[in-house]
């Protein structure tokens, strides 16, 4: 009776077994990346976690995506997906990619985080009135001047970060009366980011082809680049895309708000290039595959 019982047991559990089996398989390599909003992204791999542009509020935001007020309570208390964050990186200082009160709550929640960006950024962080001096060995300012780059290594994740020109915004001078460029003097970094299981590199708010002078020649051929996050998405930009980088895949951020202008982006994109994604939703995430395990074609319209 006892052996009848037992037989009937393993027969019912062989459907499990198999599909066990076959679940043992390993996923293709992958970053997992999540949308938070407007350049914000979260990126995991080989059990690293790596937030770029993340932590900001955005009440008065109406130009792009911010980030909801429960994911803002999320970011300050270090819970749920913001949760274990090995490494903070910030592009630049404009208020739709980085709040110093936000970052500062996350310290003191996340023990582990560094952060890492320009001068600009990191002495609003020391004014803030919530800093304080425990903070400071967990700040990393890269200082250099344009087209300078600057690596090192957090946590195991190596970092280089390339200061390359913010997207010109021309502006009528109220004392001159001549057109000038309000970001002229905006330190933004790029950063290309190894985190041991795939590479990204993050350009925040420049535009390549008005950075063409440094991302031309060797640089970054031959880097293997899987994933590029972009804001720009011009012919030219693209160009310089295939020509320099050849990412694994393309992803497009600092997207209007609206539905129907990011339709007509993903419409005009699919046109020009084949492996490109474009988040939709705010904290949406995807397994966006390595060069390695991606063909052109299983990427499409992402």
């Known amino acids: 009776m006892i052996r009848g019982c037992v037989l009937a047991v393993l027969v019912a559990c062989l459907p499990a077994l198999a599909l066990a089996g076959e679940e043992a398989s390993p996923p293709p390599p992958a970053l997992e990346i999540t949308y938070v909003a ?39 208390s270090a819970k749920g997906p913001f949760e274990g964050i090995d490494l903070i990186l910030v592009t630049h200082g404009h208020v739709d990619h980085f709040s110093p009160g936000l970052v500062l709550a ?90 041991g299981a795939g590479t990204f590199m993050h350009f925040g708010d ?36 295939d020509k320099l980088l050849d990412p694994g895949t393309i992803v497009f951020m600092h997207l209007s708000p609206d539905p129907e202008r990011v339709k007509k982006l993903e419409t005009y994109v699919s046109s020009k290039v084949t492996n490109y994604a474009i988040f939709h939703r705010m904290m949406e995430t995807r397994s966006v595959p390595l060069r390695s395990a991606r063909s052109k074609e299983s990427v499409v319209g992402f």
């Open 206 to 241: 420049a535009f390549l082809g008005q950075n063409g002078d440094y991302l031309d020649g060797k640089r970054f051929q031959a880097r293997k680049i899987d994933v590029a996050f972009v804001e720009d998405w011009s012919d030219e930009s693209l160009a310089i895309l």
């Open 38 to 76: 407007n350049e914000g992204f979260l990126v995991q791999a080989a059990g690293r976690k790596i937030a770029i542009d993340t932590f900001f509020e955005g009440e008065t935001i109406d130009w792009c995506d911010a980030p909801a007020p429960g994911t803002v309570e999320k970011m300050r």
């Open 106 to 195: 996350h310290l003191a929640s996340n023990p582990k985080a560094v952060f890492v960006a320009s001068p600009q950024v990191t002495s609003r962080l020391r004014s803030d009135p919530s800093w304080t001096s425990r903070y400071e060995e967990r700040i990393r300012a890269i200082d250099m001047p344009l087209f300078g780059m600057k690596q090192l290594t957090i946590n195991g994740i190596h970092v280089e970060a390339h200061r390359i020109r913010h997207g010109a915004y021309m502006i009528k001078d109220e004392t001159t009366g001549k057109e000038r460029n309000k970001h002229e003097n905006v330190e933004n970094l790029a950063y290309l980011v190894d985190t």
